[in-house]
Nanobody, 126 residues
Framework: QVRLVESGGGLVQAGGSLRLSCAASGRTFICNTMGWLRQAPGKELEFVAAISWSGSSISYADSVEGRFTISRDNAKNTVYLQMSSLKPEDTAFYYC???????????????????WGQGTHVTVSS
């Protein structure tokens, strides 16, 4: 059984930082590209960042480029998202998930990801 557990969210002031973690258990996704997605109230699921299994290929949404850093530790089956210079518009539920479709062209498409966990909520106050 697949289980992904996101953690590290919370309330932070604009300009602050948070580090999200995503621990995988059960079926592992060591060979998959792993992504972080987010969903704000009333909005669609949005791609945030992705990292290939080796870490050699990384992609970011334009809205977080230069502020967020994705990384992974395959030995721990864990993916991280370091978020800095946070803005109120970063407020959302954040989910991690393996890319299960779409290939290289689908990395930045939220629809290419599945099996996400319960998410962790990030609130950025102005």
């Amino acid at each position: 059984q697949v289980r992904l557990v996101e953690s590290g969210g919370g309330l932070v002031q604009a300009g602050g930082s948070l580090r999200l973690s995503c621990a995988a258990s059960g079926r592992t996704f060591i060979c998959n590209t792993m992504g972080w997605l987010r969903q704000a109230p009333g909005k669609e699921l949005e791609f945030v960042a992705a990292i290939s299994w080796s870490g050699s290929s990384i992609s970011y949404a334009d809205s977080v480029e230069g502020r967020f850093t994705i990384s992974r530790d395959n030995a721990k089956n864990t993916v991280y998202l370091q978020m800095s210079s946070l803005k109120p518009e970063d407020t959302a539920f954040y989910y991690c998930a393996p890319q299960t479709s779409g290939g290289s062209s689908g990395v930045t498409n939220a629809g290419s990801y599945a099996y996400w966990g319960q998410g962790t909520h990030v609130t950025v106050s102005s």
